[in-house]
């Protein structure tokens, strides 16, 4: 199957390339970015040297459509919602990496996101798709919404305690922290080495816009009310860990809750619950499409504590994206996406 | 006056000696150790070559009683349990930078540290010293036992707060995060580079030390309940961070809240509050005494967010002792503490 | 076939395992440990978990013969000496990584490494196997020395150089620096990270072991002299760069040297000669086996400058073995080492 | 003596104010920008809250030279060659960090620098100032020019050799190495972390602007064939370390080496040649004003190794500046330069 790639000198668009390069079934047709087309993507990535050699091209929905069997949106929010809608519009299968269609309430989206939504109908037809919480939902739809990083790291690690109705609503906070690559490319005074490096931030406090995001799954999960959540930057480039506290309804065991999880989670393979008393590190997912997870009771305070790690470029993004691609094409859905943990 | 470090060779003891050499009153006297003694000090330590020319020295509690004005202990906990009595029996005065007296309860030494206590009688003599909380209580004491790094960030956040009752019973929850200083110089598989490097960890979940020691301090100031607490080990040397969680008591607007903080503030001259929406990062206080801190208010949820930044071998360790050692003996407060953080 | 490997918890051992669980012919058949046989190796490596679930062995060379086709030593320097005679005399293919069988001369291995050799009869048949420098030594053998991390990038960035005769004698200088991962697990004062991070460090100042390696390879291409080489640690965990400078015999212009390297790695699936201008960087080839280059004519010198990169655990160490295992079966080189570079 | 800072928001003026903030005669008078005129320090430096409290003046010559005793010009390249002038015109005491008036050859500045050099009449005026090697000029002027960062780390290592006469022409090879604080605060897909974290790189390949700068020192100092040199940016804020090759013209022993470094700069404050077998690492100078050395002599190839280190911002920046002006106005050389390295 023929697939293509907008937005290939991103950070998401090169992680694709990784991933689809030894896919056993898609296969690199195009890349295309709206900035650079004309050059080589190895004048911007060297690292894809005599792997990728391939021009960027321009963007015209009616070739790709044409061309294409799937096209993965790895442009950033306020690009894909403009790009979209035309090559929907053309008949293209679209998987959108960017936050533009996540939100059904286009309102929700102008104000966390203080930008133009993109059109309601559009919206209406995009299939946010978590494959552990959602999978049915994923076959045969033409256009899938792909979740945030934040949102992808929380949404699973709260999951089994919510399905299960464990937690009492207004207890969640979920203090999460971020590599930088989270950050794309954007070159400012506050992205550079020198601002981050030997740092450790906080940002979009009480505002970042996952948020509602996770709100509205929460929902769907049974979870009604407002969640605390904010981001921090680590100095590293990749890896979340999302920390998550929530008052448990009742006195539940530590051990009543590993099962929980691991009955819950037992048939995913891209989920690894750890032993009782082990809690993951984000290395111990790099450059792979795992979320590791471990689980504390505190007895003291009768909360409990989840720890939640993903790659945010892998599970949190374009690992995800091909992990979608695979199920709505009905494809293995680990294919291309064996990747082992680069450690150390 | 004569100062002497014992533990000169651990992170604490360096940042020790990086502050006395330009103390205008206090003068390094003798350095000591109990594993390295008769070597110099520039042999572990080559930065300190031609600054700090000492040999390392036994320790003899009463030729340093005999010596020295005031001992600085930085020794680990476990350590200062044992030689902090043998010094004060001999008339010392001496301020205890590990954990081993901060907990007037001995059971709980025991229960969160897993050591043997010190002898109850010693432990009711120390003065636990936060000079923003307590400042006078520590003037004119023989012994003191200086907050733990993690305390120091959280307690300075919640003090307003809870002071001022705007803060609901069992409602805090305290993310903290850590450069990887903090652990000193133990050896091991888990402290080296190549597992904490582009790597970020929870450890102790739940079951963090300094927990007791904040609890205590906070039902001194009237907030009775027990916290959540975790701590995470960032990819960088120096600085904390403890992002706080609280639900509110009432309608509180965040106009009202900086007015809080600041005037609860106003006259601390190491204490740092960012102007409304501005919050403050590690780097912010690198090498020196401050502590910095921003608040959110969070309509959605009723909670506040408050963000406190320390360097924790600075104000969360040897900067603090000296703090303490001035007001001690009623000196200028910021004596040898005018460090400006080191940017970038 | 089957394969296993010796001194599976070490970072070479971690690396050979992300590597032959995804080859097309090796398959895992057993895993060895000195010191932690009978623990599972997830417990010493969490990101294998669901991955390799294999319990560490004891070393039994017979039942190693018996059961297997290959046997990857990656045990340190002084170790392998012992173990691989043991494997060797009962018929085992024995890939070694450390460098107890690289030096010819076994007085060398003395001088250089302050530890017992091997026995001269063993080090007599190991082949040193660099396959892009003399791949056809390695078909058809029983016993192989890989190379060192810094010999491979110092080597294959001189060869062309050296080969085609261009460089004076006694002018080579080569600068290395290393990710911190080369130093293994060893836990020390001077490996934990608190020295390591925000540092950059020079060691073994014109003393390292590589050097004879270097030299012994390097005279047999036709390069007679000693070369002046020096080694430094990089705050990162992975990546080399050699740094190589050496003087031009003639006047020859960046074209034809260009075209020299190009010419000479043409056919070469792991290296990678930039274009003209560019340079690569440690990332660039990052979790892969590829080794890039770029070189620099200095006409206001008459020197030329060539920068060589590896990671230090693929193509300076598992990477290496395993397309020296492909060779020596007779297998396509390259299977099994279709690694994209992780990036960012 | 008051004293002003223009282009303060850079890193290099950052540094300034750190150091003139508690230095005993100079007084910051006022700060400078180009570009945020207006704008308090404290909005682009929080570290700076509630010490330098001031706002960014208009630079106007004029009152520039009525106001101030003293004037660091921490611009870049190519903006310090149009204020210098103005600001001497109106008889203001300069010291100047930028590479603008360093080369007296003006075609040299065009050649490397790629930019308009400064009136020639200008150029002859500045004093290249680097006290170790030229103090006795430094006095009594009023334009200084102060070194590069590099060409300090490597005239300082280099200098003992030189003034002896024990290398030989044309054997000198300099490999330096920065922490990235260096490249200042351009914002380009090139300085932003995920590019450089994890990552080593070489860049500006024999062609960087220093190399003419410290030929033209060595020069002076009887040293007078072309370098080869080169840079590389390592993943850390701060630190220089130039390893060092040259040709010893004769047999000359270690010890004999050792001698001429510690007689060289035996009452020099600022610099610390390591004991015999100690190589000083980057950390070990960190935020001070020290360049620390060591020296090996390689019988093997009759070349010796100096490794050099300096914090760019201190000895290879404002610090440097600070011990010039220091010595342009007779007070103690040292004066507000007293800082400990700090460390970890």
Redesign the interface.
């Known amino acids: 199957m023929k697939a293509g790639v907008i937005g290939a000198t991103g ?1 998401g668009g ?1 992680e694709l ?2 991933i689809l ?2 896919h056993p079934t898609f296969q690199i047709e195009s890349v295309y970015s709206s900035s650079q087309q004309g050059k080589s993507i190895v004048d911007h ?7 990728v050699p391939m021009t960027l091209e321009e963007i015209d929905p009616a070739a790709i459509a044409q061309k294409l069997d799937i096209v993965f949106l790895a442009t950033p929010s306020g690009v894909s919602s403009e790009i979209a809608p035309l090559l929907l519009k053309e008949g293209c299968t679209v998987i959108d990496l960017s936050g533009d269609f996540r939100l059904k309430d286009i309102n929700d989206y102008e104000d966390w996101y203080k930008k133009k939504p993109a059109p309601q109908e559009w919206v209406d037809q995009a299939v946010y798709a978590l494959p552990e919480l959602n999978r049915s939902s994923i076959k045969d739809t033409k256009f899938i919404s792909n979740p945030g990083c934040y949102s992808t790291a929380t949404l699973l690690g709260l999951a089994p305690l919510v399905r299960q109705g464990l937690i009492e609503e ?1 207890s969640v ?1 979920v ?1 999460a ?1 971020s ?3 989270g ?1 794309g ?5 506050h ?13 979009k ?2 505002a970042h816009q996952h948020i509602p995001e996770i709100e509205q799954m929460l929902s769907s999960l049974g979870y009604e009310s ?3 959540f ?1 981001s ?1 930057l ?6 979340i ?1 999302a ?1 998550i ?1 929530a008052t448990l309804k009742s006195d539940i065991s530590q051990e009543e809750i590993n099962k929980v999880y691991n009955d819950f989670y037992e048939d995913e393979p891209f989920i ?1 619950v ?1 032993k009782n008393g ?11 499409n795992f979320c ?1 997870m ?1 689980i ?1 009771v ?1 007895t ?2 009768g ?1 409990v ?1 989840v ?1 939640s ?1 993903i790659d945010n470029l892998m599970k949190g993004a374009a690992g995800q994206a091909v992990q979608n691609a695979n199920i709505l094409f009905g494809l293995e859905e680990t294919a291309g996406l ?1 990747f ?5």
Not at 340 to 344: A, C, K, L, T
């Open positions: 950070y090169a390339l990784r390069q030894s990535y060297p690292h894809l040297t005599d792997i207004k906070i203090d922290k590599g930088v690559s950050a490319q954007t070159a400012s005074f992205t550079i080495y020198n601002e981050l490096n030997e740092n450790f931030k906080i940002y406090v009480n407002p969640i605390t904010n921090h680590v100095p590293m480039t990749r890896g860990m920390t506290y690894r750890r082990i809690f993951p590190a984000t290395k111990e997912v790099y450059g792979s590791d471990g504390s505190d003291r305070t909360r504590t720890v790690v064996h082992i943990p680069v450690y150390p």
